[in-house]
Every structure is written in structure tokens, then in C-alpha cells.
T-cell receptor
């Protein structure tokens, strides 16, 4: 089944403890992206990647890192999480401009 | 940054009725897409309309695009309880999708 797989689905962590949210797609998509969704603010793009080893900042990149060493994987790294990064995170992938995105099921992160 | 703004913010209708949601945006686009999200779950791609298209159909969905007014509408015909969800428009400028705030649709059975 064609899908984007995110892990974990739920995560509660403490301020400052590094964490990684994994994202993997099995559709050979060139483009991958991370979004966060917050009430009243909608979906905002964090980082995106047009291809392997090519990443770029979205609208809210502060406090996040990404890497794209392989085409299928695009992990999101929070080096020192803070409570304002409590949010619902989505990974998405696509063949690129002009194509629809496939979204993962989401990761609900709580930083205390 | 939010590019699209949906209207209305919330819509409640009876099963069998049609639902119309509108989206306005500010800058030029390559295409505009509509997505559905069921409570807290991942977004599902519904339909994509390119900037040189005016209307597109997919099953019970009809999307229109007016680039001169920078607006789009999504019509869901003969709605069902299972259509209850949030609906988002998203504009594609080639590098990324920028989402609007969404319309919450409730279909009562």
C-alpha cells in the first residue's frame, strides 16, 4: 500500500531532551515536507526537501533540523525541544510541483 | 504564512444537501488543491486544479477556479454523514503548499 509512515504517533517528552520523529514513504517521491498544525494557526511548513541531500527552510524552521540521506526517509529532529513545540506534526510527500501530497497519520508531540 | 482563506469557517447541513466551501488566495499559483482531514488525522488529497483550468469534477466533488478573482470553490453534492470533516484549500507555487485555515463541515443524518 502506498503510504507515508510516521513514528511515533504520540510522544510526551521533557524540555531539552533531543528527539527524532521518523518519516518514510514507499512511493519513490522526490519531494518531502514537514508541517505542524496548531489551533488557530493552521498548517505551517517547517522544512522541505526537493531531493536527496537537498533541504530548505519552510515558514517556521526555528528549533528543528532535518536530513535527507535517502529518498524514502525524511526525519525531523528537535535538538532541544521546548513547550512551544507542542503540536501535531505531519510529514508529506509528492512527486513534486503539480502533484497532490500524501500525508502521514501525524505525530502528536507534547513537551513539558 | 497562510495563503488561502476559507469561507465559511464552519458549515452544518443535513444529509443529502449540497455543501459549498470557498477559498481566496493572494498571490499567483501553479495549481490549487483541496484536502480533507478527519478529526486529528492526516490530510487526504481530494482534487487538484491547475491555474489554466476553470472547473474540475471528481465523483461528488466539483471544484472551480477563478484566477482573476484569486478564488476557488469546492462543492460536495448529495452530502453524507461520512463527509463530516475539515476541508482545506492549499495553493502550490512550485516549492510548497500553503494551506488555508479550513472549513469545518458537519453533515447531520
Amino acid at each position: 500500500e502506498a503510504q507515508v509512515t510516521q513514528n511515533p504517533r504520540y510522544l510526551i517528552t521533557v524540555t531539552g531532551k533531543k528527539l527524532t520523529v521518523t518519516c518514510s514513504q514507499n512511493m519513490n517521491h522526490e519531494y518531502m515536507s514537514w508541517y505542524r498544525q496548531d489551533p488557530g494557526l493552521g498548517l505551517r511548513q517547517i522544512y522541505y526537501s526537493m531531493n536527496v541531500e537537498v533541504t530548505d527552510k519552510g515558514d517556521v524552521p526555528e528549533g528543528y533540523k532535518v536530513s535527507r540521506k535517502e529518498k524514502r526517509n525524511f526525519p525531523l529532529i528537535l535538538e532541544s525541544p521546548s513547550p512551544n513545540q507542542t503540536s501535531l506534526y505531519f510529514c508529506a510527500s509528492s512527486f513534486g510541483g503539480g502533484w497532490g501530497y500524501t500525508f502521514g497519520s501525524g505525530t502528536r508531540l507534547t513537551v513539558v | 504564512s497562510q495563503q488561502g482563506e476559507e469561507d465559511p469557517q464552519a458549515l452544518s447541513i443535513q444529509e443529502g444537501e449540497n455543501a459549498t466551501m470557498n477559498c481566496s488566495y493572494k498571490t499567483s499559483i501553479n495549481n490549487l488543491q483541496w484536502y480533507r482531514q478527519n478529526s486529528g488525522r492526516g490530510l487526504v488529497h481530494l482534487i487538484l486544479i491547475r491555474s489554466n483550468e476553470r472547473e474540475k469534477h471528481s465523483g461528488r466533488l466539483r471544484v472551480t477556479l477563478d484566477t482573476s478573482k484569486k478564488s476557488s470553490s469546492l462543492l460536495i453534492t448529495a452530502s453524507r454523514a461520512a463527509d463530516t470533516a475539515s476541508y482545506f484549500c492549499a495553493t502550490d507555487n512550485g516549492n510548497k503548499l500553503v494551506f488555508g485555515a479550513g472549513t469545518i463541515l458537519r453533515v447531520k443524518s
